[in-house]
Every structure is written in structure tokens, then in C-alpha cells.
């Protein structure tokens, strides 16, 4: 059964750290860019980060540049998504992607809420 599922979301303030992981099954995991999306309230979802299947070259959006870190690790099958020095503004659902060719695979979601 294909499958990514996320954890590691939750409330933090501004300032603080969260790590999410997304556990993959199902699939040829070295294969596959994997890639991390949030959608905040009201708003499109957007990609975050990048990591390409060799785990080499990433990619990260303006706004989370220098302050999340996207990691894979190919012996559990899991992408990682450190994200510090976190602002309210990054407060969404953050949803695993994983993407080759025009296979795209979706997690369930994991909700982050940054607020004091």
C-alpha cells in the first residue's frame, strides 16, 4: 500500500522549533523528489522545501530560507522537515509530497500553529 504519513506538527511559539517527519511505505523512496507543502488558512497551498531523490540539491521558498532544513533519510524511507525560528505567518497544514514524473503522492497533513 502506497502511503506517506506525516507527524510531528503541533503548537509552538514564535521563536521555537518543530521537527516533522513523513514516513513513506509502498514505494522505491530514493526514487522520488519529496517535497514539503503548507497551505495556511484562506490561502493556496504552497511548496516549502525540496530535496531531490539522489538527497543532494534542495530548494526552499523565500520565506523559509535559513530557517527550515529539509532532510531524507533513504535507510527509514522518511523525509524531515526542521523548521526554527518559526513565525506566526507559518502557522498551516504541512503536507508531504512525494513526486516523479507525474506521479504525484500525498500525505494526510500535519497542522502547525505558531502563536503566543
Known amino acids: 500500500q502506497v502511503q506517506l504519513v506525516e507527524s510531528g506538527g503541533g503548537w509552538v511559539q514564535p521563536g521555537g522549533s518543530l521537527r516533522l517527519s513523513c514516513a513513506a511505505s509502498?514505494?522505491?523512496?530514493?526514487?522520488?523528489?519529496m517535497n514539503w507543502y503548507r497551505q495556511a488558512p484562506g490561502k493556496e497551498r504552497e511548496l516549502v522545501a525540496s530535496?531531490?531523490?539522489?538527497?543532494?540539491?534542495?530548494n526552499y521558498v523565500g520565506s523559509v530560507k535559513g530557517r527550515f532544513t529539509i532532510l531524507r533519510d533513504r535507510t527509514k524511507n522518511t523525509v524531515y522537515l526542521q523548521m526554527n525560528s518559526l513565525k506566526p505567518e507559518d502557522t498551516g497544514v504541512y503536507y508531504c509530497?512525494?513526486?516523479?514524473?507525474?506521479?504525484?503522492?500525498w500525505g494526510q497533513g500535519t497542522q502547525v500553529t505558531v502563536s503566543s
Open positions: 530535496i531531490a531523490s539522489a538527497g543532494v540539491s534542495t
Open positions: 509530497n512525494a513526486e516523479r514524473n507525474t506521479v504525484l503522492i
Open positions: 509502498g514505494i522505491t523512496f530514493s526514487r522520488y523528489t
